[in-house]
């Protein structure tokens, strides 16, 4: 091979690595040269797993049987860590197995020797990389006419063949830093580490709320467990009125991690292409929802749950998320997190899935990809309605993060107040935010990461050779009526057609950026996920990257890969 195809992976984490161990696996077929820009100073564990994301009191929400496969297992490695390191989290390499989590600092690490050894693996099939640490990418720009691409960084500029941007996480600072007692994000959270002898405001109640709780929980208390082995929470005797109050919207906190039996939820369940053409065929060109939720929810719940399926087969989806959302509204948000710790422990000790909850985040995989085929008025059903109940079910709480939160509850030092849809917290000019008619001296907004909005993309250039992702409306009138009703995101084109906007840039199927007249850019992919929250709604984590990556090399070959690979 003489020709060499040129490419940077803008980002080294963890999407990163699934998509450089594809390009091993595929040097026999083109001659890669490899240039990967991290704007840190780690390869591999990207935001969530180094000190930008977690700290010692924080773990993963996955475990080693739901990781795609790499070079060495976590199980395995556990093995070769040192003896402190492993005494320091308490763990036992004799006693740890794949079903088990672990701290995230150390994942990160397991998650970095990984990438090294696959750097090796590269050399040996002499393919060549080049690492750039402490690098951060200031913009990407086309040029159609030399067909590549420039990647411009804080030290240079460089021209590619193909860019493949896996940033992560971007958490954009709205008021942090300008106000004190503001945090736009618990993260990185050593911001947070704080002494607080007062109420502490969290907007939001999922898994960047307990990531807060975890560290503001470790700074200002100790957990103990008492000789029933019941994890107890005490405050430091300088914090006595430190506490902390949940703002949630729906007034729930999120299910606990159970036995899944489909450890990586399904990822030969997305309808394959000949189904979404014929569904697409028989509905105007769009693929619908409820076909979707058919053939990836209740068809798997009538094959794994009888019961289950009785009490919901005439149900559609609408009325499905009324009836357990109503179930879980009904309850106590706290004794519902007793009830579902036990019923999750069960699930592990008895190896059996609790079958709607796997169902459900089997559902939410597959219905990412093909999403950008929805009409609007199902992305619009899909936004109100599923994905709420998604977004509680299948976050996954890790036992111990259960119990932190049962601990602080019991000691009168968490509670939930349930807001109005509309109701915002506010800055406050002494500091703090005034929220749900108090003041707080501290506010950390928890909600998560956003899917961010195509104007709020930092890299110029992309938003210059990319559009924004919109749907169109199936019925004309229903998107008029939006569009008069002054819905921001309601537009109307110059041949009178109503379209839904929604976050992020347009993309296709092998994640290749696509431009204002939906023609796809070859030299462009986004695995970016808020960047394509739009039209890839869901985050799944590291099955998402191990999956978007073999559809990205796909596209940079032009030929589907082996299913193996």
């Not at 780690?42 to 475990?63: F, K, L, Q, R």
């Not at 030969?268 to 693929?287: H, M, Q």
Request: hydrophobic letters at 35%; glycine letters at 6%.
């Amino acid at each position: 091979m003489t020709t060499m195809t040129t490419l940077a992976i803008l980002g080294g984490g963890p999407s990163a690595i699934f998509l450089y161990k594809r390009l091993i696996e595929n040097a026999s077929r083109e001659n890669f040269v490899v240039d990967i820009y991290e704007k840190g100073d780690c390869i591999g564990c990207g935001m969530p797993y180094s000190n930008n994301g977690a700290a010692d009191e924080h773990i993963t929400n996955v475990s080693g049987n739901e990781i795609p496969d790499l070079i060495t297992g976590v199980a395995d490695w556990i093995k070769t860590v040192e003896k402190d390191t492993l005494n320091k989290y308490h763990i036992d390499p004799e006693r740890f197995n794949d079903y088990k989590v672990l701290p995230r600092l150390l994942f990160g690490r397991y998650l970095s020797e990984q990438f090294k050894l696959l750097l090796e693996k590269a050399k040996h099939a002499g393919m060549e990389t080049n690492l750039y640490f402490n690098t951060p990418v200031i913009d990407i720009v086309d040029d159609p006419k030399k067909e590549n691409v420039r990647v411009i960084t804080n030290k240079n500029e460089k021209d590619y063949d193909h860019v493949i941007i896996c940033t992560g996480h971007f958490w954009p600072k709205k008021h942090e830093g300008k106000l004190p007692g503001w945090f736009d994000s618990p993260y990185p959270p050593e911001k947070i580490a704080l002494n607080a002898n007062h109420a502490v405001a969290i907007r939001g109640s999922s898994l960047t709320a307990i990531d807060a709780i975890r560290t503001l929980g470790r700074h200002n208390g100790r957990f103990e467990k008492d000789e029933r082995g019941k994890l107890c929470f005490y405050a430091n005797p300088e914090s006595p009125d430190f506490r902390i109050v949940l703002h949630s919207r729906d007034g729930l906190l999120p299910a606990v991690r159970f036995h899944l039996e489909d450890s990586h939820l399904g990822k030969d369940t997305v309808l394959p292409s000949e189904k979404i053409s014929a569904n697409r065929a028989a509905n105007d060109g769009f693929l619908s929802l409820d076909y979707v939720f058919e053939e990836n929810f209740k068809n798997g719940i009538k094959e794994h749950d009888p019961a289950c399926y009785a009490e919901i087969k005439d149900f559609n989806m609408e009325q499905f998320v009324d009836y357990m959302m109503a179930k879980r509204e009904e309850k106590d948000p706290f004794e519902l997190l007793k009830a579902e710790y036990a019923e999750a422990e069960r699930s592990i000790r008895k190896h059996q899935s609790i079958y709607w909850k796997e169902m459900l985040a089997i559902l939410s995989f597959a219905m990412n990809y093909p999403a950008k085929y929805f009409s609007a008025e199902d992305m619009l059903r899909l936004q109100k309605t599923l994905m709420p109940l998604i977004s509680v079910v299948i976050a996954f709480v890790p036992q111990s993060s259960a119990e932190t939160l049962m601990a602080l509850h019991e000691a009168g030092r968490l509670t939930m107040v349930k807001v109005d849809d509309d109701e915002q917290p506010e800055p406050n000019k002494n500091g703090g935010a005034n929220y749900a008619g108090k003041h707080y001296a501290l506010f950390i907004d928890c909600i998560g990461q956003l899917h961010i909005p195509f104007e709020d993309i930092p890299f110029e250039g992309l938003k210059r050779s990319g559009s924004k992702a919109q749907l169109a409306f199936r019925d004309q009138k229903s998107g008029r009526q939006l569009f008069n009703s002054n819905n921001k995101n309601i537009t109307k084109d110059i041949d009178g057609n109503y379209y839904l906007t929604v976050p992020g840039l347009a993309i296709n199927d092998h994640f290749q950026l696509l431009d204002e007249f939906n023609a796809l850019n070859d030299r462009i992919y986004v695995m970016a996920v808020p960047f394509i929250g739009g039209f890839n709604p869901d985050y799944s984590g590291l099955d998402f990257s191990e999956a978007a990556s073999k559809l990205v090399l796909e596209g940079i070959l032009g030929t589907p890969l082996a299913k193996a690979s």
